[in-house]
C-alpha cells in the first residue's frame, strides 16, 4: 500500500467491510499498513484513512453502520470538503429495502448536510453495484 500511495500520491483512503470476520481486515492491519502517523476515522462497516497530515480535520467525525463521514480543509481552498465513504448493502433486495426506508439519508449521513456543503462532498465507497454483460455469471 505505501508504494501505491506514493505512487499515486493518496491523500486518503476509503476501506469497506474492514472489520469483516471473512477476510480478517482487522485495526491491527490497517494500523500495520499504515504506520506513518496518518488519522484513521473508523466505524463499524467503514473507515476513512487520512494519509495527508496537512489536511485539517474540522467539524464532526460522523458514523453510521454503512457510513463514514469526516470533514477536511485542504490548504490552498477557501471551502472545506466532506468525504463520505458508504458500503451499501450486497444484493438488489437490501439496496432496494435500504432506500425505501425514509431514514437512508441520515443512514448515509446526508441528513444535515445544506446545499452548499453537498456542492463539496465527495462520495466514495462499495455500492454492491454490477453492470456488465456478465451479470448473468454473478446473481445476487
Keep these: 500500500m505505501e508504494e501505491r500511495q506514493e505512487q499515486y500520491k493518496i491523500e486518503a483512503w476509503c476501506l469497506q467491510e474492514w472489520r469483516s ?9 490497517v494500523e500495520d499498513q499504515f504506520h506513518y502517523g496518518e488519522r484513521l476515522y473508523a466505524g463499524y462497516n467503514t ?25 477536511v480543509q485542504i490548504p490552498g481552498n477557501s471551502k472545506p470538503w466532506t468525504i463520505l465513504n458508504v ?25 444535515d448536510l445544506d446545499a452548499e456543503a453537498l456542492q463539496q462532498t ?6 454492491n ?12
Design 47 to 71: 473507515a476513512i484513512v487520512v494519509v495527508n497530515r496537512e489536511w485539517q480535520i474540522i467539524g464532526e467525525t460522523r458514523h453510521a453502520e454503512r457510513a463514514s463521514r469526516i470533514t
Design 129 to 140: 453495484e454490477i453492470q456488465s454483460v456478465y451479470r448473468h455469471l454473478y446473481p445476487d
Design 87 to 111: 458500503y451499501l448493502p450486497a444484493t438488489v433486495q437490501g439496496r432496494k429495502q435500504f432506500f425505501e426506508v425514509p431514514s437512508f439519508a441520515r443512514d448515509l449521513l446526508l441528513d
Design 21 to 29: 470476520y471473512r477476510n480478517a481486515i482487522t485495526l491491527e492491519w
Design 122 to 127: 465527495i462520495v466514495l465507497g462499495d455500492f
